[in-house]
């Protein structure tokens, strides 16, 4: 069993507000090369910049099994949550000091799904526009291998930073340092299905038994989400709103919230297939309407499915906070596919199940 749960103190950087008394591209090069602390999702996932210049940021992410479900997949929301870091700071680059970006739209369009031979995620963002408040960037994210697994664009928020650019601020506390960070852990080894199950069993008899407790996946043991209601075409599901999951400041990485509303929308699309069909999600729309604050109450998401094509499903989801405001709103599609699970049993890789 995994020694990490989210009730753990969380390791990494909130309000070093040192970041912000440089220009965004002085800022982005102390964090490339460690001279300012990560934030805490940094420490959770491993996500880190590698490289930035004026206008371009370079980010990597380890792929490992924290992210599986019950079947030992990964589903296109981590894509979200490695994406949203590279697009945000390839903008911050050209701002002066005092400024920081808030992400207002993200769109994802999936070309490959994840495996265990993935490895690191490279993303590579590029400033396209930049206004004085509005900022428009893309990212193309590839594997360890250099395959194109996917591209995104976002629109930022340009915004002032009430820093005092004299001030001199203490180096913020950045929590334990004992032991290994958690993204670079053992996860837990109990968190699967049978293999029978995941030939015969029937998508939404499957979903009964993992609200009820039956087995928990690694992706909700490290994320802390949970599934609380289903039926055929909907699931609603709860979010904490960790302090592991911020990019630096008090509301939650934007990343984390477009995760969360994928995997509800994938969760929606999966009850409703049939046995033995898989299905791969094609595309990722998020809308923010409002920050989600640390420490704040879980996370509330409404996912269901609103076109339900032989091949092809779309769905919308909602999130909301503790009070029943909403944090963002996603849309996405996938594409279904009779027999893929025979096909990967089978020994087909996940691309050619879905291209065949």
């Not at 930035?52 to 979200?80: C, N, Q």
């Not at 700071?89 to 369009?109: F, H, Q, R």
């Not at 994210?141 to 203490?170: F, K, Q, W």
């Not at 009964?208 to 609603?236: D, F, M, S």
Request: net charge negative.
């Amino acid at each position: 069993m995994s020694d990490f749960t989210l009730d753990e103190p969380h390791r990494g950087a909130i309000g070093d507000m040192r970041a912000f008394q440089l220009p965004g591209l002085e800022g982005a090069r102390r964090y490339v090369r460690g001279e300012l602390p990560g934030a805490p999702i940094n420490r959770l996932t491993g996500l880190r910049p590698t490289d930035v210049g004026l206008g371009k940021a370079t980010f990597s992410m380890p792929i490992t099994r924290w992210y599986e479900d019950p079947f030992g997949l990964v589903w296109a929301g981590v894509f979200a949550l490695f994406a949203d870091a590279p697009l945000g700071i390839a903008i911050w680059t050209g701002l002066p000091p005092g400024k920081t970006v808030a992400t207002s739209e993200l769109n994802l369009s999936f070309v490959r799904p994840f495996t265990r031979d993935t490895g690191n995620l490279v993303g590579r963002a590029t400033s396209i526009h930049q206004g004085r408040q509005v900022g428009l960037s893309e990212v193309e994210i590839s594997d360890r291998n250099g395959r194109i697994m996917g591209h995104g664009t976002t629109r930022c928020l340009i915004m002032d930073m009430p820093v005092d650019l004299e001030a001199e601020y203490p180096v913020p506390d950045t929590g334990p340092e004992d032991g290994p960070d958690p993204y670079l852990r053992e996860p837990p080894r109990d968190g699967y299905f049978d293999l029978e199950t995941v030939i015969n069993g029937e998508p939404i008899e499957i979903q009964k038994r993992l609200i009820a407790g039956e087995v928990t996946p690694n992706v909700w043991h490290y994320t802390g989400a949970r599934w609380t209601h289903k039926g055929k075409g909907h699931i609603t599901g709860v979010f904490p709103t960790s302090p592991w999951f911020s990019s630096g400041g008090p509301n939650l990485y934007g990343g984390v919230i477009a995760w969360f509303a994928e995997a509800a929308m994938g969760s929606a699309v999966y009850s409703s297939v049939g046995p033995g069909e898989v299905f791969g999600t094609l595309d990722l729309n998020v809308r923010f309407t409002r920050p989600a604050l640390m420490n704040s109450g879980d996370l509330t998401v409404n996912a269901e499915v609103t076109h339900e094509g032989r091949r092809l499903r779309i769905a919308s989801a909602e999130v909301l906070n503790s009070e029943g405001k909403m944090v963002a709103m996603a849309t996405s599609s996938a594409l279904v596919v009779e027999g893929g699970i025979r096909a990967l049993m089978q020994g087909w890789i996940p691309d050619e199940v879905l291209q065949a």
